[in-house]
């Protein structure tokens, strides 16, 4: 026991004319590995309390493990740094090198740390959030650390984007508040279709969408004759998704987009497409004749299956609620 204590007491190093000794050392590595373990707990902890409450409360419940987690980590650092015995007054002129240091080479961390803080108190990008960069890039946010804000694309890609970035560039929040949003689906017809019957066939589609949301107040579905086009008249079907619609924006449109096509193949709407008239003489004609009556001549081939509207059966799935085991 004796040549316990006399090892633990051995000095190892002079700092500020304090001895560090190696139990000093053996406590603050200690006193850092529970803070960190502390940490850890806390970041279990509030993603089980998320999963539990629901989506409302989960962003205030995620501020709140992301501030615990802050305090207790700085309060072990500051512990162990205190369990060493080295006089914190005696280390201003290394604490004012740290701080150049820490203004030079580390600038770009602590003002992305300080950038993640704000944004976890401002509020205007909260966990479950689903925003749209400048480039392009959406998704889901699923995590504000303390150098990078994680956001989860349709395509369950992560990416990673400096909390600098999102402070001071340009993004498009979807869901601010949880609320859902309009969404305006363009698309084209002959001209000279009859606009009621295109009114008609648009809001029928809208309706056959699963995630329409019911006509209250003013969300309500409208077909709107945008403009004009070559030989086409331009309409575009203005409806209100559900919130959980509006996170899959690729799904959403191509789900409108299937149902506009079989409202309007069903009352015989025509969709203009481009077209070039070619004319063959001579021998050709004969022969590029011959080939039309090929391309054209009936195939034996019986349909196999039946097509179904992928994009809205996937919104549908994801719209249903998770066993609590997954």
């Given amino acids: 026991m004796v040549q316990a204590d006399n090892f633990l007491s051995q000095p190892i190093l002079q700092i500020a004319g304090a001895a560090l000794t190696v139990g000093a050392v053996l406590r603050a590595i200690l006193i850092l590995v529970v803070a960190i373990f502390a ?62 240091g820490i203004g030079l080479g580390l600038q770009d961390v602590v003002k992305n740390f300080v950038c993640g803080v704000v944004l976890l ?18 998704g889901a946010v699923t995590s504000i650390g303390a150098r990078a804000t994680g956001i989860v694309t349709n395509d369950n890609v992560t990416v990673l984007v400096p909390n600098a970035s999102l402070l001071n560039g340009k993004l498009t929040n979807w869901t601010r508040n949880r609320a859902t949003r309009r969404i305006h689906v363009p698309f084209h017809v002959a001209l000279g279709a009859d606009k009621d019957l295109v009114k008609r066939a648009a809001l029928e589609a809208a309706n056959g969408v699963p995630f329409t949301l019911p006509e209250v ?3 309500k579905s409208q077909v709107w004759l945008v403009g004009f086009g070559d ?25 409108y987009c299937w149902a506009l096509d079989d409202a309007l193949q069903k009352y015989g709407i025509e969709i203009p497409v481009p077209q070039q008239e070619v004319r063959f003489r001579g021998p050709l004609a004969a022969d590029a004749l011959r080939g039309k009556e090929e391309r054209t001549r009936p195939s034996s081939h019986e349909e196999t299956g039946k097509s179904g509207n992928d994009a809205a059966i996937e919104i549908d799935t994801a719209s249903k609620p998770r066993p609590s085991g997954a």
């Fill in 231 to 255: 030989a086409s008249l331009r309409f575009e079907l203005v409806v209100w998704p559900s919130l959980e619609a509006v996170k899959r924006p690729g799904s959403m449109m191509a789900a």
């Fill in 39 to 100: 940490t850890w707990a806390v970041k279990r902890i509030t993603r089980r309390v998320q999963i539990r409450i629901g989506e409302e409360s989960a962003s205030a419940v995620y501020i709140g493990g992301q501030v615990v987690r802050y305090i207790v980590l700085f309060t072990g650092l500051a512990i162990a740094v205190s369990a060493l015995g080295v006089d914190l007054s005696a280390l201003s002129l290394f604490a004012g090198a740290l701080g150049v």
């Fill in 217 to 219: 107040g003013r969300q």
């Fill in 121 to 138: 108190f401002d509020r205007s990008i909260e966990v479950g959030d689903f925003i749209e960069l400048e480039d392009g890039t959406n």
